[in-house]
């Protein structure tokens, strides 16, 4: 419980700033188009947005057809959320730990960006698959395990084409300081497949979109990793 809480503390502090960053990121839009073009439109199904940080997505699905419950364990960006979606409902819900939600609740549980910063994978895979409906969707992203903790390096023209890896394999964690410090967690691609499966939740898509234009930096690393799970 401390560890959460520490880490939570780090997302209070956050909050704002982060928040802020998120009507201004190329990588932020990015995100956005591809779960956009993914989810135009809903007929009345329930989603739950697993820590919906400043509540961008809760409300697109509730305003596209959803019924939609936000939760995120930091009651700063619950706040953030709040104030800006009044029409969305955002529950206070620490990832990692028992949801507040009823088995075979949702037809969609939707994680955007947050698996990557919590330290207890397994227990939110586990409770993922609990609420969860027979059927339903579990659609995830996290940054690129394989070329995000990976310097870029320039060629001899000052093109970045490259990206130096140093470890892959090993589990390890490390501070991010873009809106103050948080925390990440690297694992490797199989961490996260194989978790999902050993709560029979079954991978059914994957998607590695370009996220650069080629312009300054390599087109060929991607930032972002989509997948989506059905629970069997």
């Not at 730990?97 to 895979?125: A, G, R, T, W």
Request: negative net charge; hydrophobic residues 35%.
């Amino acid at each position: 419980m401390k560890k959460n809480s520490d880490e939570l503390l780090l997302w209070n502090c956050a909050a704002k700033a982060y928040a802020a960053s998120q009507d201004d990121s190329e990588f932020s839009k990015l995100n956005k188009d591809i779960v956009c073009s993914r989810f135009p439109c809903f007929h009345g199904e329930s989603v739950l947005d697993l820590g919906c940080g400043p509540g961008w997505y809760t409300e697109y699905f509730r305003s596209h057809g959803a019924h939609t419950i936000g939760c995120d364990g930091s009651e700063a960006m619950i706040t953030e959320a709040r104030n800006a979606y009044p029409l969305c409902r955002f529950d206070s819900a620490i990832l990692g730990e028992p949801l507040p939600y009823k088995n075979s609740s949702f037809h969609m549980v939707f994680c955007n960006q947050v698996l990557m910063d919590i330290e207890n994978l397994s227990e939110s895979f586990s409770e993922i698959a609990r609420i969860l409906k027979n059927g339903g969707l579990f659609y995830m992203s996290i940054v690129h395990p394989a070329f995000y903790d990976a310097p870029w390096i320039a060629d001899e023209n000052g093109f970045l084409r490259y990206k130096k890896l140093e470890r892959y394999l090993s589990q390890y964690s490390f501070s991010n300081r873009f809106w103050g410090e948080t925390r990440h967690y690297h694992r490797p691609l199989s961490t996260y497949v194989n978790g999902a499966l050993s709560c029979g939740l079954r991978l059914s898509s994957m998607d590695e979109p370009p996220s650069y234009d080629g312009s300054k930096k390599s087109a060929e690393f991607p930032l972002f990793l989509f997948m989506e799970f059905r629970k069997s």
